[in-house]
């Protein structure tokens, strides 16, 4: 299986604040890497597919890069409704593997 | 809309037999392959596997092969995750999802379910 880590496990942020959050896979995946973001008591939504691509609806604040073992997620100015967790996943082959998840929350 | 519905929460008791239920909406339900993934309590994401509901084919990873199974009746635009034999640790919230791809199988999870909670207690 590819493992996914994400670092940090958390940080703590002020709105207006540039935000990166890294997720690193265990072998070369190229750019098979999603983006989730996941409210308290909510599903997750997708933000990021193929590590770059915005998805459709999603502020423009977000964005992601990276290929092979090593991705970033980056929230250019972050706003109140962006503190959530964070999950890379993996597309590359099964099974799907999501990371551990980055919590932001509110400094 | 595009949407997927899910069954409502669940409690059971250890041993029982569970199917939970996720039916789609809005779009070809053929079309898409839907995939579980579950979520312990304050936990993270785990992918449970795949099924592509035009011919039945699933793909179930390792640590949930044997222990669940994935079906659809693509007559009722409806995917099951069923269990046969609950145990404690299967408490958990199970999402649905619809897997989108877009270019070269980058496979993404576009669509998810708002969720059902399973409680497995004695």
């Known amino acids: 299986d590819i493992q996914m880590t994400q670092s940090p496990s958390s940080l703590s942020a002020s709105v207006g604040d540039r935000v990166t959050i890294t997720c690193r896979a265990s072998q070369s995946i190229s750019s098979y890497l999603n983006w989730y973001q996941q409210k308290p008591g909510k599903a997750p939504k997708l933000l990021i597919y193929a590590a770059s691509s915005l998805q459709s609806g999603v502020p423009s604040r977000f964005s992601g890069s990276g290929s092979g073992t090593d991705f970033t997620l980056t929230i250019s100015s972050l706003q109140p409704e962006d503190f959530a967790s964070y999950y890379c996943?993996?597309?590359?082959?099964?099974?799907?593997?999501f990371g551990p998840g980055t919590k932001v929350d509110i400094k | 809309e595009v949407q997927l519905v899910q069954s409502g929460a669940e409690v059971k008791k250890p041993g029982e037999s569970l199917r939970i239920s996720c039916k789609g909406s809005?779009?070809?339900?053929?079309?898409?392959?839907i995939n579980w993934v579950r979520q312990m309590p304050g936990k993270g994401l785990e992918w449970m596997g795949r099924m592509d509901p035009s011919d039945s084919y699933t793909n179930y990873s390792p640590s949930f092969q044997g222990h669940v199974t994935i079906s659809a009746d693509k007559s009722f635009n409806t995917a099951y995750l069923q269990w046969s034999s609950l145990k404690a640790s299967d408490t958990a919230m199970y999402y649905c999802?619809?897997?989108?791809?877009?270019?070269?199988?980058?496979?993404?999870?576009?669509?998810w379910g708002k969720g059902t909670t399973v409680t497995v207690s004695s």
């Open positions: 996943q993996q597309s590359y082959g099964t099974p799907f593997t």
């Open positions: 999802t619809r897997q989108a791809v877009a270019g070269s199988n980058h496979y993404n999870m576009d669509v």
């Open positions: 809005g779009y070809s339900f053929s079309s898409y392959w």
